[in-house]
């Protein structure tokens, strides 16, 4: 099991960019495929971006993609997301999640952080 913790969120315009952290503890992390999802009020939980244990490998949603980045520093025990050129529909709670598999569905993950708010203004 690991514990994550997420950070970065908050409000930003339309166009304008933010970078989530999400922080693991434990010395396994690097054993961890990393995921990025977000869930929208009244919207089911959706894949964003997984990344690779190595970081070698990475997958998107497609209306992200060109957008948003996902990275990972294994020696900090942290896993990013870079998110530029933010729209409205990009509004929702952030989460990071820790799996064996760079998949997309929430079932594929079995640790999960508490969230961050990310809210874009038009």
């Known amino acids: 099991q690991v514990q994550l913790v997420e950070s970065g969120g908050g409000l930003v315009q339309a166009g304008g960019s933010l970078r989530l952290s999400c922080a693991a503890s434990g010395r396994t992390f690097s054993s961890y495929a990393m995921g990025w999802f977000r869930q929208a009020p009244g919207k089911e939980r959706e894949f964003v971006a997984a990344?690779?244990?190595?970081?070698?490998?990475?997958r998107y949603l497609d209306s992200v993609k060109g957008r948003f980045t996902i990275s990972r520093d294994n020696a900090k025990n942290t896993v990013y997301l870079q998110m530029n050129r933010l729209k409205p529909e990009d509004t929702a709670v952030y989460y990071c999640?820790?799996?064996?598999?760079?998949?997309?569905?929430?079932?594929?993950?079995?640790?999960w952080g508490q969230g961050t708010q990310v809210t874009v203004s038009s």
């Open positions: 990344i690779s244990q190595s970081g070698g490998s990475t």
């Open positions: 999640a820790a799996g064996n598999y760079v998949l997309v569905t929430t079932t594929a993950y079995d640790d």
